[in-house]
T-cell receptor
Framework: GENVEQHPSTLSVQEGDSAVIKCTYS??????FPWYKQELGKRPQLIIDIRSNVGEKKDQRIAVTLNKTAKHFSLHITETQPEDSAVYFC???????????FGIGTKLQVIP | DVKVTQSSRYLVKRTGEKVFLECVQD?????MFWYRQDPGLGLRLIYF???????EKGDIPEGYSVSREKKERFSLILESASTNQTSMYLC?????????FGSGTRLTVV
């Protein structure tokens, strides 16, 4: 089955700096890679996703990159703000209604 | 917006009790899931269901069962609660690739 590894497990950055979270996956058939954000005491929510036919996707201050050859994908947050503080989960699946496998999560702390 | 509602936010149960965690979604989604979330272990899939009366084991089904009698409701059952089942339980549903999660039930087994 799919195995998703995520690192770092914790990350502290100064407000305004960039943050990068990296994930690797094992199943070469995986083609859908979502990222979820979970603020303290709240439910995880989808913030961005990328498919295997795209190398990069941006949405305002967040971007995801995908390297299919190396089987890794990353979340980039620029100009971090205190409200970016949360746990971020990466995930991988074969798309459609296939099973989604999550990484262990990265706790991001943005220091004002 | 899709709503996924978990009936209890916090629950304290005794070892050996039978525990029911309820989850209801209001958007006619076919797929529903139960995860547990533990520090350092992320989200681990317990059980999922693709349709009414259908259920599939996830990665950690031991000690749990599920029930899906109606499309909107997916129940997680702990037949005999144990202290190692103390955790945050998250329900989710989906109609396409993205999940909508409930707010979670923090279960403590004493």
């Amino acid at each position: 089955g799919e195995n998703v590894e995520q690192h770092p497990s914790t990350l502290s950055v100064q407000e305004g700096d960039s943050a990068v979270i990296k994930c690797t996956y094992s199943d070469s058939a995986s083609n859908y890679f979502p990222w979820y954000k979970q603020e303290l005491g709240k439910r995880p929510q989808l913030i961005i996703d990328i498919r295997s036919n795209v190398g990069e996707k941006k949405d305002q201050r967040i971007a995801v990159t995908l390297n299919k050859t190396a089987k890794h994908f990353s979340l980039h947050i620029t100009e971090t703000q205190p409200e970016d503080s949360a746990v971020y989960f990466c995930a991988a699946s074969r798309g459609g209604y296939q099973k989604v496998t999550f990484g262990i999560g990265t706790k991001l702390q943005v220091i004002p | 917006d899709v709503k996924v509602t978990q009936s209890s936010r916090y629950l304290v149960k005794r070892t050996g009790e039978k525990v029911f965690l309820e989850c209801v979604q209001d958007m006619d989604h076919e797929n529903m899931f139960w995860y547990r979330q533990d520090p350092g272990l992320g989200l681990r899939l317990i059980y999922f269901s693709y349709d009414v009366k259908m259920k599939e084991k996830g990665d950690i089904p031991e000690g749990y069962s599920v029930s899906r009698e109606k499309k909107e409701r997916f129940s997680l059952i702990l037949e005999s609660a144990s202290t190692n089942q103390t955790s945050m339980y998250l329900c989710a549903s989906r109609s396409s690739e993205s999940y909508t999660f409930g707010s979670g039930t923090r279960l403590t087994v004493v």
